[in-house]
């Protein structure tokens, strides 16, 4: 019989204990539901609400079921007690007795659920910023590495202008710094603790909400209003949020990556640890962690639309619609705590072809801007000379040339001002050393940013 | 070792190893894996690419091996084997030897993953149909029971207009019937057989693709184009669409249902196995079932988004963007079918309270139109009609009166055409019966309906 | 004031009437309103609800309006009127008086919204099942044309065996056919006439709903119930849905042409009318409509969502929150329907380069699976071929060399029953034409596939 | 002839004219575009790279052109130019010559509208977050009005315990402060400076990207990277994702505000200018404005759907898909801003019925907690106390009595330690005030967090 059960003539449908158990999943919230526990009940006793003696055997016996669970000696837990909650209470009062039965005092699972839910994730959000920086360190290491190896620059997937690895690589390390900003401004808007909420309303006994918060470490003490802190949910949407737009980082590098290992490119290999086989073509070698990573991108966005579409209408205060919320948030966490893991290790494999690579970053037309630019500097106005090099451009494609290939004579033809000089610009390195502006590809200017980056504390 | 490991110098990586196996939850898929194969290598004997002894040989041993898995004794799937049907295949060779290793001839994971799937859906979408046909018979056998139980009709969530609770059931019977229809066509445009197709442009061995198919019973035999057959997701799309829309609509009956069960409504009662109470507030008996199907709307709404954002954009043909499908289907499968059985049973309990409801209807402003139209009936054109109607329902608001309690003189004030017989009017029986129009609330209608529902071949 | 103003004492807020004001939008609704009206007026002469006097003044004055519309005269919408239906309904009245003041009689904006959107759709789902056929119908041509230019198949953008371009472009036409049947199918569901539900219930007066279900030619009559018939919007859903799954269509094959015609695979060139260029960079040609359409597809699928939302856990029945799906629909149908027309034309403009494709489909290691299939065909079971023959691949990619420099003792050091006749597997016209089975990418297989197609009605 | 289209042999092809165009839409961008331009030529002028009197007149044709959008005779955009960026330069150049065609040197398109966003989009938020701040002013001024009026609190949709009206308001100001430390925090991560990144790589000329980011007023100076600055748009994710989140807020207040109007509840009326009436039934006055926040939350979570989906897997740098940000931020932009100011002015029209809230609350079975907790203070441990109240609720309900109707000697079956004292609980007004715990609902608490809001610095 259900703990809630005193009104209630018959038990619950089979099929309905099945689809709203949730002691499957939010049992990963043990370590949390204890240690609040703990804090509670020793509140509970500084208020005189309970006897310090309860208190006592509360927080031993919790201890005990800690390391049960973690020894692997607690056993199965029970979906006929519905969560973790429960589930512990329940077990806490068979080992104890009557002091358990007491644990629930002055608590709902209303506010018990919220409070559990920000520990696990003010420990995870952490777990995921140091994860993020490691990340990042990576990306800097190989940064400094490459901070000569020329590349075409892309736009529209379309050759553009050659640029060095070095830069491409330090364009993710800025990305996943925002990434870890997001995170960390999660952290702190949730660092409020909801316990003492009750249901809804908090409670008629006489509670120290502020010396719970205290000793579960919540920065900003408890929650100031108890019918948002037990509806709230916020904390979650804005993490799934941050983890989607992070996996759209990842899922970009990914795109980037399995084109480089085309056979069209060829300019990297990933470690074979990464990639693997098919089992029917045997020269077959694959980038699936690119390619995972992109499919777990949509579902991981898919977790962040479930919870807005949830959450959408809900009427205040808790709805049990709000329980949908952990799976999806688990999900979440998992793919891409494993995949921040992964990326880490798996970029350090990645060799590039630096022949092909340069090779391909040769082709003149890379640096028609240069041409463009070097006739700004030269009097002829930016529109004016961009329309030149154009009209060059689409005579050397109509008659199959490069621009490299023209004579002088020939380029004057459109281009009257260009001089000997010009014909010195089609050089990809003499190109991305031109680039010497602040933010800009010329190996110089990688290397500044690789040293700004190792100033930073987290390095 | 992994089985597509020839040209491989190291192993898989063990984080890559546990994000890229799928074998924990396709391996759901046995039994039409398993028929997949007994099919195919039937088809290799017929054509001589493996003996008859060879084709017999495997498939008695995949016979014994769907025992196993049914029976218990088949012992773990192995991650490392990545599938089910790497799991298969390595067992079935170490079960019956060199048969087992010609069973892959002239296949590739591509074309069987495809060709499970579509098996695996074919069997779960004809339970669906099943599941959806049962539920519109208990909505049918409830709108004959309640054709004449009058309650508030909304729209905006006001009182509209009185209509009877067994018209409101059958609004639901045709949102389930066009959901029937979904998977109807969802089912006729997947029944096609992928197998064949292998990687991506068929074999060179001489393969009879057309005795698979019927073998396996698609009815529009094989796949016309390999490299089509190999990247197609469409029906997987198409059921999560179907799947997502059927949802709304019970989420939509709950919505209703939560609102008529509410302190404010108290039209109905649900059984007590279909809620749950309170760990806190000893009276409590919450709706949960409508509450986590509104929930586990917006999963399902999520799992379609992430196989949509999964396939925007990928090149063909297979990649391996597309092992996220599975567990996205699995999902919302898992959670439709759950709902509808649990809808079925619990609406079945639901107990009107008739009183609450007539007396709701009862509300004389539910009949100003009803008002309007006999004023239409005598003569007035409608737009007069309506504003001098909302003239009078203005007044009553503004002096506190209900529009029944007017004296004749009075409604005549700004109804001048008013008699005696618009007083009558506000009775809501005999509004219900007034709209005997072919789709109408009037119980004569709602019986005719419920005649034709039953008429129909699966009820 | 409005029209519906009686009971009202103040005027709308300004904000509020600027954000739920729909005629913007929806007046481009107006010939199915139009329609609409005048099968309904005409119904209500024949029962005698108006004179058909009043009905011929009706049908005069709407076709007016509409001619007004048509060419310029009717001015412009009056944002106070919210929706086209008020517009329409008030400036008819102030061109034949009275009689435009009875329109409205036995009919709701709830049934009379439904039924213009079905009306229009209507039109709208018959264009875009045109415009798929025509896709088609240039895919097919295409594959004619194209079903001996070699190129190299990929999964995983990894080389996997040699195509046909043919191939390829049936492929879509595949797709593209599923999505023509999604949208009959939708079609089909949706040709039922809500007129005559009203707000709710139908009405008291005397309609007759078959009559003006088959002036407006609803193939399945009326909607056989009042309150799904105002609150049901599965049809666009539906369409959404389907429209969202052939966008994801279009961007598939985006993202193929952008790899193709990016300088590393150079494969193709699409024509400077679909291509524009840089503000900055006087080189580039970049495939704009390939990228618009990938991103387009994603707005296409937020519309699909919105609606999703929109709909979970609406009570019914009419709720203002539906108003919001016009928008979204107009905008994906529009989006869909450039996109449709576009593609006909531009890939009619591709021009192959069958050189570079032929080469890069000349890399012998794209034959591999020949090779092991070879072998199969010799005696070797498959697992043991395919082991083999990776092994003989990596063997190759350590010493840098193709399995096509291999001497036949080399090959046999690993393959033993390897002879002469495997060193002429590596052919690429070779392979395709040994996919001689029924979807493979043998020439022959694609003309017999392009003869099925033109012998489809539609062609 | 399109400004870049120097290699260009054909005109673009209308209909991709017609969806590739953005000056539509992103002419609302031509204030900051301005600005922008006139910082840009400033630099260029200090840098060398242009005359100090091309800058002036370059300067001044900008403010022209600024006037002449903003007094309407600047006449229309021209679609052929693309968008806000060429018309300007085009039209700049038509004002002032050749100063004009050197305007757009050591700038691209993909710096320009990343610098033209993120100046627009920190106005917006700025002005989000006084709207948001404006809207928290005005629910705390309700808060303080509504201390002591008493409503039942719910969870599930049923009656849970009695709070104030006051602390509900409370909880409301509580969501919408996080939305605008989200909005503060976006805000704050996107004041860099992307201008001088080129089209991906810098430039070759001697620009002061410094210079430039200080005229515009970008507190954190240039963006780092030139490859970053150019694809990212997390600034528009995040700023999407935040303004979904409180529309979720928005939408479930609308929620509650429609059930509190429905007739069931009653328990509040909303202002007429903020309700409509129907076209059909005089005596209809519905909640659209709320109807319309939660349809329009399902379109903003499109949007943000959409931005995501768009972004997922895009190749470094910029893609033309990108340019689908616009629209979907302009319209969630717009979206909320409007219902911001909509929320503010519609609830201070909000006139609650405390009668009929009060006699809600004042249901016995909502202090059945109370009861509980009175019997903890009296030494029963909690688990116990509930299970007795229950029982004595069940009966109750099974009875037909209700709590308060019991006399001692029934109750003290149940519940032996029941004294006289616990007849007195069932009194909503001592039972909010017994919640005198902080965060919770007792008129005191109240107060005092009307107190803390009204020391902010933004109050």
């Known amino acids: 019989r259900a703990l809630w059960g005193g009104r209630f003539a018959t038990e619950t449908n089979e099929l309905v204990a099945r689809i709203s158990e949730s002691v499957s999943y939010d049992h990963r919230l043990y370590k949390h ?122 736009t529209h ?98 795109e980037d990556l399995i084109f480089w290992m085309s056979q069209e490119a060829g300019w990297i290999e990933l470690g074979d640890a990464f990639c693997t086989g098919s089992s029917l073509m045997p020269q077959k070698k694959n980038p699936d962690v690119c390619e995972l990573t992109r499919g777990k991108t949509g579902r991981v966005y898919g977790n962040l639309l479930a919870l807005l579409a949830m959450m959408k209408g809900l009427p205040l205060c808790y709805n049990r619609d709000m329980q949908e919320d952990k799976e999806r948030i688990f999900d979440s966490l998992d793919t891409y705590k494993a995949l921040l893991q992964i990326f880490r290790e798996m970029i350090l494999t990645l060799k590039p072809n630096q022949e092909r690579m340069f090779a391909a970053a040769s082709d003149p037309s890379l640096m028609a801007t240069d041409l463009a630019e070097w006739l700004v500097r030269n009097g002829v106005p930016f529109r004016e000379a961009h329309h030149r090099v154009g009209a060059l451009v689409g005579e050397c494609t109509r008659s199959g040339r490069r621009l490299n290939e023209l004579t002088l004579t020939e380029m004057q033809r459109v281009v009257p001002e260009a001089t000997a000089d010009c014909l010195e610009l089609f050089d990809p390195l003499r190109s991305v050393q031109a680039r010497n502006i602040f933010g800009g590809t010329a190996p110089e200017q990688v290397r500044s940013q690789v040293a700004f980056w190792k100033r930073q504390p987290w390095f």
């Open 157 to 254: 997937l379309q050759h553009a202008q050659p640029v060095v690895l070095g830069h491409y690589f330090l364009a993710y390390c800025e990305m996943f710094d925002r990434d870890a900003g997001r995170l960390e401004d999660t952290l702190n808007r949730l660092d409020f603790c909801p316990l003492g909420s009750g249901a809804i309303a908090t409670t008629t006994l006489p509670i120290d909400r502020f010396f719970v918060a205290e000793q579960l470490g919540f920065r900003h003490g408890p929650c100031r209003n108890s019918m948002d802190a037990v509806s709230d949910r916020d904390f979650a949407l804005e993490l799934l949020a941050a983890i989607s737009i992070s996996m759209m980082h990842l899922s970009r590098m990914s």
């Open 33 to 154: 539901d204890i240690a609040q526990s703990k804090a509670h009940v020793r509140m509970l006793a500084k208020q005189g609400l309970v006897t310090a003696e309860d208190a006592a055997q509360c927080t031993s016996g919790l201890d005990q079921l800690c390391s049960q669970i973690e020894n692997g000696t607690f056993g199965a837990f029970d979906i006929k007690l519905e969560d973790i909650h429960m589930n512990l209470e329940s077990r806490l009062t068979r080992l104890v007795g009557e002091p358990g039965s007491k644990l629930h005092t002055a608590r709902s699972r209303n506010d018990q659920v919220a409070t559990d839910l920000r520990l696990y994730l003010r420990d995870e959000i952490q777990l995921l910023i140091s994860l993020v920086r490691s990340l990042q360190r990576v990306l800097v290491t190989l940064a400094e590495e490459y901070a000569q190896v020329i590349m075409p620059g892309f």
